[in-house]
């Protein structure tokens, strides 16, 4: 499948999924559902939306290799393009592989993509990097329910707060009135992760938000950046660590302008 028809899949199964819980939700709050059905119904929808996602990215990751994403900005550094041959390259004697963590996700993109692109569009972004640790630690929290899960539920999610020990009444939750539930706007972060992947001609910091501010020494993927204090450019080689500032600039950050 193109990068098109992959998005066009995703996007329309997060939609369906989201209309589902309004669906739900609606029902139980005019009583026409038990509270037990709303819960059970969250939390399926939740693992609904994590494999729908979880699903694109592999599926787009493996057509981005082969080169048959369509995109013809996408080049791959891995010069076969046998989808066989290619996943067995990649899964190794590894039966399943991380789909969801960025920092596994950004690797991998590195070892087989030329500069990691498209995915490097999500390196540092802390609203895409948040909804992903939730979608997962929700995910864990309801598929396993084991002592690791439990724990990084309450480390990343309710925090010890006992109001929201169940997933489905923080999936629900709307931190304030006339802002979305925690569900839908980690389905709509979803949305906009996909779409930005998958259509070259997004514009990555209005549909991502801004990457964060970095500091000199770390690394990062190639591109330009900007000294915070004097403006100056630097064009970045690919994931080394950002050079000092030309102008000598102490104790700066440097902000992404554009990737390369």
């Known amino acids: 499948m193109t990068a098109s028809e992959l998005r066009t899949r995703c996007e329309t199964e997060l ?49 981005c290799v082969c080169e048959q994403s369509g995109i013809a900005s996408i080049s791959s550094n891995l010069k076969r393009n046998n989808p066989e041959v290619a996943q067995e390259i990649i899964y190794g004697k590894n039966k399943y592989l991380d789909w969801f963590t960025l920092a596994e996700l950004l690797l991998r993109s590195r070892l087989y993509l030329t500069n990691g692109r498209p995915f490097t569009a999500l390196w540092s972004r802390p609203a ?81 938000g801004v990457a964060q501010e970095i500091q000199p020494e770390c690394l990062a993927p190639s591109g330009r950046y900007k000294c915070v204090k004097c403006s100056s450019d630097i064009s970045h080689a690919d994931w080394a660590k950002l050079s000092v500032c030309p102008q000598a600039c102490s104790n700066t950050r440097f902000r992404l302008i554009e990737l390369h």
């Open 15 to 63: 939609k369906e999924i989201l209309t589902s819980f309004d669906r739900l939700r609606t029902a139980q709050a005019n009583s026409h559902i038990h509270r037990d059905d709303l819960r059970w119904g969250v939390q399926a929808l939740h693992l609904a939306m994590a494999v729908s996602y979880e699903s694109f990215v592999r599926d787009f990751f493996m057509e």
């Open 128 to 208: 895409v990097q948040n909804a992903i640790n939730e979608l997962v630690a929700v995910r864990n929290r309801i598929a396993h329910n084991g002592e690791e899960a439990a724990r990084k539920y309450d480390k990343i999610i309710s925090k010890g707060d006992v109001a929201f020990e169940r997933p489905d009444v923080w999936l629900t939750h709307q931190p304030s009135q006339g802002r979305p539930s925690n569900f839908s706007r980690i389905n709509s972060t979803l949305i906009r992760v996909v779409s930005c992947l998958a259509d070259e001609s997004s514009d990555i910091d209005s549909v991502l």
